[in-house]
């Protein structure tokens, strides 16, 4: 074991931690997730497998839950049948059941895409199905992740308290925007390793690529794409909240700033999941309206809409035609990104893990044996079918979470919780190579499934208490012996 420079992050968040408590100190677990490269303990003798920051306050959190009154029966009731975290149990165990025996029953019946170490670099190559440590390792991880959603999903259910929680989103951006412009600014005055400090894991680094002559905006993580991955998540929280709160100052602050984390991250998943997020959002937006008596707001916003638009699309299409570099731009990252050597080494990715799915029939070859692109592709590789199905299970019941009065706050910080879900996902769908949707993925599912159980037992009402006739007769100073 190894402490690193990042160390300090570590102590730091989980002293303030200890000292707010698990719901005012929410904030402090939330900012450690922008620190994605940031290793808080490492262990070199297991081949330099790191504890990240964000792990090591999530241990803290699950330890004061634990000096939470009734703790454990409110862990059983998140972990209730046919409740989001029921599905999700099931699944883990699933996961941890095929890491251990599915790679030695279909040892050499299949090929997998694994990472080979040459030369100082991490390359995918593929190799006869065997047990390795990535099995482990990789159920490590999910049980880890996952276990965001236990530890939120049961104090938000004891106390629905959700403006903690949108000081916190708000807290985590900026510091995910200040990682972010302080990693191209340092570029830019000529001090490229100015955030290696924080850069501490043991991932493969991926800090120095540069677009047509731009830095790639990473911030605080390994890589681009990760950077975009949570990149959008705030994005889709943070404009379901403007949209319920228009009027709030942070919220356009928020959004804004968002947008402009979106627009830089020059990922090409982001991209495209942000342009399927928002004609989904406007799809769920215009299907709850009352076309025949909107309120004169939401007519200004749809005229305004239906003006801007088509003034969008054109003025998109000119400056694409008309402005060299911006057409080169998009076509680098969009357009032609599927016929590059990555894209196509992407979508070889893809294709194996569905042939690993049917020689394994259908059961997966076990989680951290099968590398795919795209969450589907990689989820059915791993654990197969039937875990494929309970993890669905699991994300259904995280989107049909409601808060029980449906103007109040709890009820809009939910929803804005499970579109950041919905957007994360529909990335994940597009470039994840592992069942593991991310520790950022669980925090907002479990603040939203315990958000909203929270309110629905605080709005039940209290069962009447029997009047016991004993009771009844000593109230009145009669003896029921005489």
Same mark, same amino acid.
């Given at each position: ?17 200890? @000292? ?19 290793? =808080?303990? &490492? ?8 504890? @990240? ?7 803290v959190m699950m330890v004061q839950l634990f000096f939470q009154r009734r703790w454990f029966s409110q862990t059983l009731g998140t972990l209730r049948p046919y409740r989001p975290g029921f599905w999700l149990l099931l699944c883990l165990i699933g996961a941890v059941v095929s890491a251990i025996f599915l790679p030695r029953l279909f040892?050499?019946? #299949? ?19 065997? @047990? ?37 989103? =708000? ?74 709160? !228009? ?31 928002? @004609? ?6 215009? !299907? ?26 054109? #003025? ?23 016929? &590059? ?20 029939? #259908?059961?997966? /070859? ?26 669905? /299970? ?7 979470? !409601? ?7 709890? /009820? ?19 470039? *994840? ?11 907002? /599912? ?6 909203? !159980? ?26 029921? *012996? &005489?």
């Amino acid at each position: 074991m190894q402490f690193v420079s990042t160390s300090f992050i570590a102590v730091f968040l989980c002293s303030v931690l200890l @000292l707010q408590g698990p719901y005012r100190g929410l904030w402090a677990f939330v900012i450690s997730l922008p620190f994605g490269a940031a290793a =808080a303990i &490492s262990f070199p003798a297991v081949g330099g497998t790191s504890l @990240l920051v964000s792990d090591i306050v999530l241990l803290v959190m699950m330890v004061q839950l634990f000096f939470q009154r009734r703790w454990f029966s409110q862990t059983l009731g998140t972990l209730r049948p046919y409740r989001p975290g029921f599905w999700l149990l099931l699944c883990l165990i699933g996961a941890v059941v095929s890491a251990i025996f599915l790679p030695r029953l279909f040892v050499g019946q #299949t090929e997998v895409f694994q990472v080979v170490r040459y030369e100082d670099r991490a390359l995918p190559m593929l190799q006869p199905l065997q @047990l390795s440590n990535s099995n482990i390792a990789q159920a490590f991880r999910l049980l880890l992740s996952a276990s965001a959603f236990l530890v939120l999903a049961t104090l938000y259910r004891l106390r629905p308290e959700p403006q903690h929680v949108v000081g916190a989103m =708000a807290a985590a951006l900026a510091v995910h925007a200040a990682l972010g412009f302080a990693d191209v600014a340092s570029y830019a005055l000529g001090m490229p390793d100015l955030l290696s400090v924080i850069r501490t894991s043991g991932y493969q680094m991926l800090d120095h690529q540069m677009l047509l002559g731009a830095k790639r905006m990473v911030g605080g993580f390994p890589e681009p794409s990760s950077f975009g991955y949570y990149t959008i998540g705030l994005f889709g929280f943070w404009l379901r909240y403007w949209v319920g709160d !228009r009027s709030n100052v942070l919220a356009i602050i928020c959004l804004l700033v968002g947008t402009v984390l979106v627009l830089r991250s020059t990922s090409s998943g982001t991209y495209a999941a942000v342009g399927a997020f928002m @004609l989904i959002f406007l799809g769920l937006q215009l !299907r709850h309206m009352h076309l025949d008596h909107l309120p004169p707001a939401q007519v200004r916003m749809l005229g305004a809409f239906a003006v801007l638009l088509p003034l969008f699309v054109g #003025t998109a299409v000119l400056i694409l035609n008309l402005v060299p570099a911006v057409g080169e731009y998009f076509d680098h990252v969009l357009f032609s990104k599927l016929s &590059s050597s990555s894209g196509v080494e992407r979508m070889s990715w893809n294709r194996q893990a569905f042939v690993n799915f049917w020689d394994t029939w #259908t059961l997966g /070859a076990g989680i951290g044996s099968v590398r795919g692109n795209g969450w589907l592709g990689a989820t059915l590789g791993n654990i197969g079918l039937v875990g494929t199905l309970l993890f669905g /299970a699991f994300l259904v019941g995280v989107i049909r979470a !409601r808060a029980v009065d449906h103007a109040s706050q709890q /009820a809009l910080v939910v929803s804005a919780l499970q579109y950041g879900c919905g957007a994360v996902f529909l990335q994940a769908m597009l470039t *994840k190579t592992t069942p593991n949707l991310g520790t950022e993925f669980f925090a907002m /599912a479990g603040l939203a499934v315990g958000i909203a !159980r929270g309110s629905e037992l605080l709005g039940r009402p209290m069962r009447p208490v029997p009047f016991r006739p004993k009771l009844r007769a000593e109230m009145h100073g009669v003896s029921l *012996k &005489s």
